[in-house]
C-alpha cells in the first residue's frame, strides 16, 4: 500500500470458487460457499500473518453462492444466495463466530417475503479498527489512536428476490443488530431510487456509499437515509467497492 502497487500471493484456496461470501476477522478472511461450477457450503480461510490458505473445521452447512456477508471484529452474518432453497439460506441469517470457526444456520429472519441473491451488504466497522481523535492541547499538534466503539449494525441491500417468476431486482434494505440477532426492514427513506439488482458497498466509520455501477449514493449510519451524490466517472456494473477504513 505504501509504494501505491500490489503482487500476486503464492497460496492458493484449497478449491477455486466463485460467487462466495467473504469475511474477515482481524486476522483472518473467510471464503464461504460459492460454485465451482457446482454450488458448494465449504468455508475457506487465508490466514494474515502466515499469508498461507486452508478448508475452516466448520461449512455453511448449506449450498450457497450469490449471498452476501457483513460482520463484526467477532462473527460474520450471511443471508441470501442462489442454490435452490432450502439448501441456500434464503430469507434466513447465518452466523460464523470466528473464535470458534463455527456456523449457525439459522439465527435470524430478513422481514421480506422472498429471498435475495445479490445484495450488498456493508457495516459502520467490520474490524472494529482504531479512530483518530483530536490531541489535547499541546505545545506542539499529533493526533492519537483510540479504540472505536464496537459495531453492532449491518446493512443488507437490493439484490434479486426470488422464488418470484420471473426472479424480481429490489430496492429496499434491511438491517440487523449484532448483539440481539435481530432483523429490521428499512424504510423508503433507506432505499435505491429503483430497482437493483447488483448493487456495490464501500464505507468509512460515519457512512455507507452504494452504487448499482454508475449512480451513486451515501447513507449516513446516524440517519439511515439514502441521498444521491455525484455520479461515478466510468460504470462498474458487476465489480467490487472497498475503502480504506
Not at 503464492?10 to 462466495?20: F, G, I, N, V
Not at 466503539?149 to 439484490?159: A, C, S, V
Request: include cysteine.
Amino acid at each position: 500500500f505504501f509504494f501505491g502497487y500490489y503482487s500476486i500471493n503464492p497460496a492458493t484456496l484449497p478449491a477455486s470458487t466463485r460467487r462466495s461470501a467473504y469475511s474477515s476477522s482481524p486476522t483472518t478472511g473467510f471464503v464461504c460457499g460459492g460454485d465451482n461450477p457446482s454450488v458448494i457450503s465449504s468455508i475457506q480461510k487465508f490466514t494474515f500473518a502466515s499469508e498461507t490458505a486452508s478448508n475452516s473445521p466448520s461449512n455453511q452447512g448449506r449450498n450457497a453462492y450469490r449471498h452476501c456477508a457483513v460482520g463484526s471484529d467477532v462473527a460474520s452474518y450471511l443471508n441470501g444466495g442462489f442454490g435452490g432453497w432450502p439448501n441456500d439460506f434464503g430469507t434466513t441469517v447465518g452466523k460464523l463466530t470466528y473464535a470458534t470457526e463455527t456456523m449457525e444456520q439459522s439465527i435470524a429472519t430478513i422481514p421480506a417475503p422472498s429471498g435475495y441473491y445479490d445484495r450488498c451488504s456493508i457495516s459502520a466497522r467490520d474490524m472494529g479498527p482504531s479512530t483518530q481523535v483530536a490531541p489535547t492541547v499541546t505545545p506542539t499538534s499529533s493526533t492519537s489512536d483510540v479504540p472505536a466503539p464496537t459495531p453492532n449494525t449491518g446493512y443488507y441491500g437490493g439484490g434479486t428476490a426470488y422464488p418470484a417468476h420471473p426472479p424480481t431486482a429490489r430496492s429496499l434494505f434491511d438491517k440487523i443488530e449484532y448483539s440481539t440477532n435481530t432483523t429490521t426492514a428499512l424504510p423508503s427513506t433507506t432505499a435505491f431510487p429503483g430497482n437493483t439488482p447488483t448493487p456495490l458497498a464501500c464505507g468509512t466509520g460515519l457512512n455507507a456509499y452504494f452504487s448499482n455501477g454508475a449512480l451513486l449514493y451515501k447513507m449516513p449510519y446516524s440517519t439511515q437515509v439514502l441521498g444521491s451524490i455525484p455520479n461515478l466517472a466510468r460504470n462498474h456494473n458487476g465489480g467490487g467497492a472497498f475503502s480504506n477504513n
